[in-house]
């Protein structure tokens, strides 16, 4: 059905949402990838070895955080799925990790750190970091050269911290969380640790938190999620072909994501996930389902 055709069979039925500034996301890959190209080549490899390669795949565009917004109002939070009219699109960690490359295996990171854990050279380290600035943040990781074991910690602490504000577990205040912290205690098992399972589970507390306090932003990294439902529409979900491998951020970039999501404008992402959703409601109404 057209975009425009639907438009006027939702007009004042209060079934459409209106989006605006107020219904925002704060994930930002375009940040990620500004700085990524601002890093010097030993930079960059301190970062693949961190296990963060992959997102040198990121593209500087301007994605619509109206259509990633829609994505959020599509999920279903008692089976873990967006609602398309192709059928649900399930979201969990293993997803997570195929579509932007990060470790699926091992332990997360616990929400909050726990001081009388912590080493004085380890509190003294985390307590640097309180109080400053994303701008501050970005200065300090492209300025600290990795020359030195001292300042490659630094560098990752910085750069951990960045990364989770504006991207991988972003959040809606301007300052750093107490949730970004945990990650910066021990930076020299970065890759081993589930980034994957720890965004997931960022990002489902973060649309449930947003419907139980009917805010009008959610945390966490809707962008993932707007990864898996290109892939999947594109491919399926068990898709063999090479181009479908992991990560998936290295199919969806550049040109290839900017004509698609021209693409899912024009065909209009908000028409089918709004039309998933009527046919969800008449399905509730008709059979008590």
């Known amino acids: 059905m057209a975009r425009k055709t639907m438009a006027k069979k939702l007009k004042g039925s209060g079934k459409k949402k209106q989006y605006n500034k107020s219904n925002?996301?704060?994930c930002s890959p375009s940040d990620v990838a500004k700085l990524h190209e601002k890093l010097s080549s030993e930079?960059?490899?301190?970062?693949?070895?961190m296990g963060f390669g992959a997102l040198e795949n990121l593209s500087i565009l301007n994605i619509s955080k109206k259509m990633m917004m829609e994505l959020v109002d599509s999920f279903n939070t008692n089976n873990n799925s967006m609602r398309t009219t192709l059928g649900r699109i399930?979201?969990?960690a293993n997803k997570i990790g195929d579509a932007l490359g990060l470790n699926a295996r091992g332990n997360t990171y616990e929400k909050k750190i726990d001081n009388k854990k912590l080493s004085d050279e380890q509190k003294a380290a985390v307590n640097s970091f309180k109080g400053v600035t994303i701008l501050?943040?970005?200065r300090m990781i492209i300025e600290t050269t990795v020359n030195s074991e001292e300042n490659t910690r630094k560098f990752k602490r910085a750069f951990i911290l960045?990364?989770?504000k504006t991207f991988l577990c972003a959040t809606n205040s301007n300052p750093l969380s107490p949730k970004h912290f945990p990650a910066i205690v021990n930076v020299d098992n970065l890759r081993q640790m589930n980034w994957a399972r720890h965004m997931?589970?960022?990002l489902l507390d973060g649309i449930a938190e947003m419907r139980r306090k009917n805010s009008k932003g959610v945390e966490g990294c809707v962008f993932a999620m707007l990864i898996i439902y290109l892939h999947e529409i594109h491919f399926g979900e068990y898709s063999e072909d090479d181009e479908a491998r992991p990560p998936w951020i290295s199919y969806w970039r550049g040109d290839?994501?900017?004509?698609?999501?021209?693409?899912e404008?024009?065909?209009?992402?908000?028409s089918k996930l709004i039309f998933a959703r009527l046919l969800h409601l008449c399905a509730v109404y008709l059979y008590n389902i």
């Open 24 to 26: 925002r996301t704060r």
């Open 43 to 49: 930079q960059k490899v301190v970062v693949r070895d």
């Open 90 to 92: 399930k979201l969990d």
């Open 136 to 138: 501050s943040l970005k």
């Open 162 to 164: 960045f990364i989770q």
């Open 200 to 202: 997931c589970s960022f």
């Open 256 to 263: 290839k994501l900017k004509e698609r999501l021209k693409l």
């Open 265 to 270: 404008k024009k065909d209009s992402i908000v």
